[in-house]
């Protein structure tokens, strides 16, 4: 039972070991560096793509609720300061300046739009008029009215424009017709049904794996290479002991090779013939 527990454990140490190395790796060479530093950036990107695009359907709303903000605060100050001070009727706060403003007006004089705040009686009486008074006050002149449709038309517009970009959804027919242009303009084959979009996602990862495997094998490749070159360049004889060797075996065969063309070598084993006798059938031996 010890010897099983003790197995065990070391089989659940090895694993852990080797999941450790497989999320913790120090490279020691160029080429695992340039590998690391391509999947850290490929994870990276990855990430931050991913947090892009899930931020940007939190960015939606928020952007929308500013855009609108915006919008309503630049009508709220057009109407209530900038419309009272191109009608001149800013003058008008209390509801003796409206009665001041409006007898004026109907006496026909000219300066009640400009400076008939001198005309008004104030007292301490007098209340202050509404908002909503002073912006009518400001649309009943010819000029309050020719500013407020200017203004009108660039607001509808401006809502109408943004109000379409709200709810444009980034599909449909529309958005497929264009994409389809897009596709043909660039010569990739846009799939037309749902086979077709699964096996086009299919192609591109198995391209993507290949690509990812040619490139591996490539620094395998290299790594092999270097590899044998380190250990030829290792178990190679020295410098010294070849060159004597060559030597040894030139002179060798230099000597060998004289040794048979050489004319005086050739010579030497041509018996004297001083101290030979003629064998000839015409002489007969001496006595």
Known sequence: MGSQDETTQRSRRRKIVNKRKKWFFIPTTKEQFKLCAQRFSFHFFNCVFKIADKAMYLLGPVLIAVASTIIVGLTYVYLTVILP?????NWVHTNDDW???WKMREEGREDANNNAAAAAVKTEDSTPISTISSVLLALSTPTGIAH??????FLINVLYNYYQCVITSNSGP???LVVQELAEATGFQ???SEEEL???????EKKIYEKVQQRRNAIMAANRNRNTAAASRTTSPPLGMSNNATSNGDVE??????SSQSPLMATSTIANPATTAPTSNNHAPLP
């Open 99 to 101: 009665d001041a403003y």
């Open 190 to 192: 846009y799939p037309q």
């Open 85 to 89: 001070m191109l009608t001149g009727s």
């Open 198 to 204: 699964v096996q086009c996602k299919k192609d591109f």
């Open 148 to 153: 407020t449709l200017l203004v009108l038309f």
């Open 174 to 176: 529309a958005y497929d």
């Open 253 to 258: 065969s230099q000597t060998s090779s004289s």
